[in-house]
């Protein structure tokens, strides 16, 4: 077991030979790699990756250890379902196994964090992950958001109704376009989630294109 204190005073002593570059500490490719490693993290420059680096080498061994352990668990553990895309441990996901939710409807969203706003709001259906939406200009079509396998999950007959739960941005409505179009082809009902003025928003502050969405998705006042 190598002494991570006396270590860690040795890496302290040492001076940064080169302050302008990305290489403060050429003493210590482990750090360096360790650096660089944790730019992959959003949102996370250079200044920020050394000072978590250092953050965790200084005061928490036993958390990062933790981490990196779980980090490589994940990463090797969790795949796709192979029904409905979302992140899954097992061939088909928990939701995709549970008979109780309600299969004739079915929610499509870009990304497994969208599921989880979804199913927060107290939706009970079933979802569909596109994984992103479509972007021709990023070569993104329709292939790489796993739309043969939304085809053969509606041919199967379970679902009822489809709702487009995708971003009310340019390139979600795109996709919102694309997917409503095979859904009319097979006959089933579409719906889109209405996309308007946030609870407790006050006008003024809400932006145009919301306040035009709100408007063209108005309903009768009850
Ligand atoms: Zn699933």
């Known amino acids: 077991?190598?002494?991570?204190?006396?270590?860690?005073?040795?890496?302290?002593?040492?001076?940064?030979?080169?302050?302008?570059?990305?290489?403060?500490?050429?003493?210590?490719?482990?750090?360096?790699?360790?650096?660089?490693?944790?730019?992959?993290?959003?949102?996370?420059?250079?200044?920020?990756?050394?000072?978590?680096?250092?953050?965790?080498?200084?005061?928490?061994?036993?958390?990062?250890?933790?981490?990196?352990?779980?980090?490589?668990?994940?990463?090797?553990?969790?795949?796709?379902?192979?029904?409905?895309?979302n992140?899954?441990?097992?061939?088909?996901?928990?939701?995709?196994?549970?008979?109780?939710?309600?299969?004739?409807?079915?929610?499509?969203v870009e990304s497994p964090a969208d599921v989880k706003a979804v199913e927060e709001a107290g939706f009970r259906g079933l979802y569909f992950v596109l994984m992103g939406h479509l972007s021709p200009l990023d070569g993104i079509g329709p292939e790489d958001l796993g739309m043969d396998l939304l085809g053969k999950l509606l041919d199967e007959g379970e679902t009822r109704e489809v709702i487009l739960a995708t971003n009310s941005t340019v390139e979600g409505e795109a996709t919102a376009h694309f997917i409503s179009e095979m859904v009319k082809n097979r006959s089933l009902q579409v719906t889109r989630i209405a996309h308007g003025v946030p609870m407790g928003g006050e006008l003024e502050y809400v932006d145009a294109s919301t306040l035009s969405h709100a408007l063209a998705g108005r309903r009768a006042f009850r």
């Open 1 to 85: 077991m190598p002494n991570y204190d006396d270590h860690a005073a040795n890496l302290h002593r040492m001076e940064p030979r080169d302050r302008r570059g990305e290489q403060m500490t050429p003493e210590s490719p482990l750090l360096d790699t360790l650096v660089s490693s944790l730019r992959c993290l959003p949102g996370i420059g250079r200044k920020s990756a050394q000072r978590i680096a250092y953050h965790l080498l200084q005061r928490n061994r036993p958390g990062a250890l933790k981490l990196a352990e779980a980090l490589s668990r994940a990463m090797h553990g969790i795949a796709h379902c192979s029904r409905c895309r």
């Open 87 to 108: 992140f899954s441990e097992e061939e088909l996901c928990g939701m995709c196994r549970n008979t109780a939710r309600e299969r004739s409807l079915l929610c499509i």
